[in-house]
C-alpha cells in the first residue's frame, strides 16, 4: 500500500509541478492569470515534493530495500530547488512568475527522472 502511495504521488508531484509551472509562465505573458490561486496552487505542489521524500524514506524503512542512489539524489534535488526558489523571491519579485514557472517545470523533470530511473 505504501509503494502504491508513494507511486500515485510521484504522479501528482510530476503533474502539479507542471501544471503550476506553465500556469506561471502564462502569468508572466498575461497578467489576468496572476492571482492567488496560482500561488496557493504553487505552494501545493511543492509541498508534495516533501511527502514524497517522506513516503519514500518510511517505504525504505519498513520494505528494507534501497531506492537506487540516483532516484534518492533526484529527490533531494527537487527538496533543494523549493529552497533554492524560495530564497531567490525576494530577489526577482519583478521576474517571480518566470522564476517559478522555470522552478516548476525543472522540479516536474526530477521527479520524471526520478520516477523512471531503475539504476
Known sequence: MLELSHILGAWVLIVSNGLAGVWALL??????YDN????????????????QIVLGAVQMRISGVEAPPFHVLYGVLAAMSVGVIYSYRSQMRQHANLLYGFGGLFIMGLGIRAAFITT
Open 27 to 32: 502569468a508572466h505573458r498575461n497578467s489576468r
Open 36 to 51: 492567488r490561486l496560482l500561488w496557493r496552487f504553487t505552494v501545493l505542489a511543492q509541498f508534495f515534493i516533501f511527502i
